[in-house]
């Protein structure tokens, strides 16, 4: 292979061979039992090589995490030069470089690749790489730089962060020195960059009540640990399991994951948060944000992306105005069909709302569409984006009041605290402390902007999730022919009724999502949607839904 030394990839390449597992590089890349993925991080990292190769040079990142997955799964993705989730079209490669039977086949594959994609060889390849706290991550990376070193890619190890500080540096790395600098390319300068923001946006306001916030056991306890220092007394924050030396701690019965699938508090929690406090999980890999408090009565509340995504865009929308920009900038939100149906209705009366289907690659193409773009998806990822023309009409436009001036310079700062790659934990999280402070709203006033929907997700292990496909935002289901008839039958016999059926990216299963006006009609339609998908489709016996009627 000319530029590329075969024997050097062979030699390699033996070292992690592929297990006789077919692997696909899904929403979140590749991911699955961490004892399964060494060939696939060898591959990943040639990959990201002819990627930087493709891109003139530029950095590419690779992040080796599994989110909020059990500890002993693991995953690998790679992130574009802005750092954007990774060009769809290469998603398919992956895929196919991933399943190539031997070290032979991978070769082959190589070749055709390098061939088809015009990959100029003799271009440098530059790589910056991390991974989560998982204890397989150092075997992985191993197997990942293996890959560097089979094509010669200039790797930097950023060694053991958060998914979005990764995002970030790639962005930093690749902006460095040009008129679009994102920041300081270390993970101090991304610290900085969001605690300097938050001052400003907060300055002269009371400081708030201790934030509780559930690390999940994960990488984000050590990120948010440094970014408290850099907060100061700007925000008190509590730090709650951040075990992340304790085998089996990650994710298990707390995180982000655990807060939205069990709608209860974590159980470390439960002395810990007191009536009236905020409370907040981050995810294994810190780039999911769920919220919570205790109402009057002791009970629990969540307030999950979707309430996270009407108080921020709310929020946005009257600083627009307030800076005298309303004509100038339109402000819209995007969401999937899990948002709840209140949270549709609540932000549909004040702005744009677009439905696209489930993945962040979706969420955030469709919002760059916007002048600002505010997507969450219900689980907390998401963020916020303020498209270049917006940003330099921000930087260049001179307000005719002193209250413009004030609200322009508070958008401006929200740019900086906004980490805009990606959906971050911690930067959202700084996000909401915000609009809390300025609206001095408590869990009480931010929850009651609109009620939720009770709904139920239900899983349904099935022999093969290919036989399903959807249009319409994933919201209805076209194959099985005629089972979405009989869905929409059920959903008829319920008050506020609303349900879909969607296959996994990753798995065999199919997610039922079910909505009504009571919760025990939201649980029962969840459950019979989920009997018919069984009895229609031939389910898993040992994945019967147990509860349907």
Known sequence: ????????????????????????????????????????????????????????????????????????????????????????????????????????????????????????????????????TRPS??????????????????????????????????????????????????????????????????AGRAT?????????????????????????????????NTAIGTPGALNNACGADYVKTSQKLPPSLSNLLKPGQRGCSLDGDADRLMYFHLDERGQFRMLDGDKIAALVAAFIVELVKGAGLEEHIKVGVVQTAYANGASTKYLADRLPVKCVPTGVK????????????????????GTVLFSPSTQEMLSQHQPSTPAQST????????????????????SDMLLVEVVLSHKSYSGIEWDSLYTDLPNRLVKVKVADRNIFRTEDAERRLVSPVGLQDKIEGLVRRYEGGRSFVRPSGTEDVVRVYAEAVLRPQADELAFRVAGLVYDETGGDPASRPREFI
């Open 137 to 202: 991550g150092p075997a992985l990376i191993a197997a990942l730089e293996d890959g560097f070193k089979a094509i010669g890619v200039d790797a930097h190890d950023a060694g053991v962060t958060t998914t979005p500080i990764l995002h970030y540096l790639v962005r930093a790395i690749n902006t460095k020195g040009t008129p679009e600098s994102y920041g300081e390319d270390s993970e101090e300068g991304y610290f900085l960059k969001l605690s300097e923001a938050y001052k400003k946006l907060v």
């Open 362 to 381: 979706h969420l955030h193409h469709a919002a760059e569409h916007y002048d600002v773009g505010v997507y969450f998806e219900a689980n907390g990822h």
């Open 407 to 426: 609200a322009l310079n508070h958008l401006i700062n929200l740019t900086q605290v906004i980490n805009q790659t990606v959906g971050d934990a911690l």
């Open 1 to 132: 292979m000319p530029g590329l030394s075969s024997d050097t990839i062979r030699q390699l390449s033996d070292l992690h061979p592929k297990p006789d597992i077919k692997f696909q590089y899904g929403t979140a890349g590749f991911r699955t039992v961490a004892t399964v993925l060494d060939s696939v991080l060898f591959r990943v990292g040639i990959l990201a090589g002819l990627r930087s190769k493709k891109l003139d040079g530029k950095t590419i990142g690779v992040m080796v995490t599994a989110s909020h997955n059990p500890e002993e799964d693991n995953g690998v993705k790679l992130v574009d030069p802005r750092g954007e989730m990774l060009e769809s079209s290469w998603e398919a490669h992956a895929t196919t470089l991933s399943n190539a039977s031997t070290t032979d086949d991978f070769i082959q594959v190589l070749e055709t690749f390098v061939q088809t994609a015009k990959i100029d060889l003799s271009k440098p390849s530059r790589v910056v790489y991390a991974r989560d």
């Open 208 to 240: 708030p009540e201790p934030l509780l916030l559930d690390c999940a056991n994960g990488v984000g306890a050590d990120a948010a640990k440094k970014l408290s220092k850099y907060l100061g007394d700007k925000l008190p924050i509590v730090l709650t």
